[in-house]
């Protein structure tokens, strides 16, 4: 895993080594988005009620979600260090404590929210109609009873990630994937089953997935392993670790959803064809944004293992080749994003107006996406996988209410900048970001931090 330069210096990492890290990450993203996609077209035959509903709940999961990738970036670190330092054992007793912690916490929200269904949903979207309320209260159930699954199956990801093995989270994922679309076409269009059918399938694929990841966590022949049940016993000092960063990165990522809401309700006030507009500018900058994300999730092996043995030189090496290989792949889609965007909202088959937007909102975040978004959020992982979890968090809150939420508002409401205010408000968020972001990686305050 090493590779000797012409200037004789051994670094812990080569190329290879990326390359298996990173391809693996950037497909299994890639499938997540079309197959998701997929699964809402599949959705969308039980009618519009059955739609909304699930869109609402859905929207409850997210912020659920990022607390469970919280726990999991968290344990991911921790693992990295550890392994970095080559204290194997230490690594095995992280990731049992994610895994304990991230099954304690799901289950509290199932026991939690099971029977508060109903009061949910209308506590967060307010008064909608009875079947939408009904429906949603329905899938909702399916979805609180898959979350110690779904748990399982991250936290287990994030530990092969932490490895360098990306690739079983790829698998697992693509196997999951597959059967929820499967289940949906058995259980929606042959049984009938509606709502129930799309949880049920999303249930019995996460239950799957969580087996055959918690399977594959105990082999011995891996780096990292959780061998008995004995492990799992409560270690207060390592669950300390994991929250050093887990709690700073929930609440930024729970944080961030919540203001991504606010954001869309300013849309709302501008009619259909600035909502359709939003979706659609939404969805096409997503397949954008991935291999930013996969280099963001790469980093925090490769930052956390050399942060973990002391090499922050090589830390700062790799981060900003990683910080290049985001901006070189991000901008060699940008470029024909911006030439093809209105052949791409043509697809969608957009009224003239809705189009007109679309257009506009992709080419423009084509640019900005090339140039802000790789140091705006691929660069804070790197410095939570050194341990400077607190400062993105701070910045991330400071930026997010100021500029996406405060500037959105100001542009899209008050000047009546509509679609655009708000997308030019995100733009200022990501400047502002990769301003404090770069300044703080390249000053080098984060190799003061101590996890392990």
């Known amino acids: 895993m090493s590779n000797l330069e012409p200037d004789r210096v051994v670094h812990m990492f080569d190329r290879r080594f990326l390359t298996h890290l990173i391809i693996p990450l950037v497909i299994e993203q890639l499938l997540a988005v079309s197959i998701g996609m997929a699964d809402t077209v599949m959705v969308a035959q039980v009618g519009e009620a059955a739609v909304s509903a699930i869109s609402l709940v859905d929207a409850i999961t997210i912020l659920i979600v990022t607390l469970f990738a919280a726990f999991a970036t968290g344990g991911a670190v921790v693992a990295s260090q550890y392994l970095g330092r080559k204290d194997h054992a230490s690594a095995n007793g992280a990731a049992s404590q994610l895994l304990s912690l991230s099954l304690i916490v799901s289950t509290a929200l199932l026991i939690i929210c099971m029977p508060l269904r109903r009061p949910i949903i209308f506590l967060i979207f307010g008064s909608i109609d009875a079947d939408v309320l009904a429906l949603g209260s329905t899938y909702f159930l399916y979805i609180l009873a898959s979350l110690p699954f779904l748990a399982s199956y991250n936290a287990c990801a994030a530990l092969f990630r932490s490895m360098g093995n ?57 780096t990292i ?105 991000m901008g060699s889609l940008s470029i024909p994003g911006f030439i093809f ?76 900048w509509g679609v655009y205010g708000v997308w030019i408000g995100m733009y200022i968020d990501w400047i502002c970001r990769s301003t404090f972001f770069t300044q703080r990686f390249l000053r080098g305050k984060w190799k003061t931090k101590t996890l392990i």
């Open 166 to 222: 990306s690739r079983v989270s790829l698998w697992v994922s693509v196997v999951m994937n597959l059967l929820n679309i499967g289940g949906n076409a058995y259980f929606i269009y042959v049984l009938g089953l509606g709502v129930s059918g799309a949880g049920l399938s999303t249930l019995l694929s996460r239950v799957i997935g969580a087996a055959i990841m918690l399977t594959l966590i105990t082999g011995t022949q891996h």
């Open 225 to 329: 392993s959780i061998r008995s049940l004995k492990s799992l016993k409560w270690q207060p000092e390592m669950v300390r670790r994991i929250l050093r960063i887990g709690i700073p990165n929930g609440i930024e990522g729970s944080v961030f959803q919540i203001g991504k809401l606010m954001v869309q309700g300013f849309i709302t006030v501008f009619g259909t064809a600035s909502i359709a507009a939003n979706a659609i500018s939404s969805s096409v900058t997503s397949f954008i944004n991935i291999p930013g994300g996969a280099i963001s999730l790469a980093s925090i092996t490769i930052i956390g293992q050399a942060v973990g043995a002391r090499r922050h030189d090589e830390a700062l090496y790799w981060g900003k080749r990683l910080l290049l290989i985001s901006y070189l792949a």
């Open 341 to 416: 965007a209105p052949n791409v909202v043509h697809i969608f088959n957009l009224s003239a107006q809705a189009s007109e937007i679309a257009i506009v909102v992709i080419r423009t975040t084509m640019v900005m996406g090339a140039l802000f978004w790789s140091p705006a959020f691929a660069l804070p992982n790197f410095l939570r996988a050194a341990g400077d979890a607190k400062y993105t968090m701070g910045v991330s809150m400071f930026s997010m209410w100021l500029f996406r939420v405060g500037v959105s508002y100001i542009l899209a409401i008050g000047l009546r």
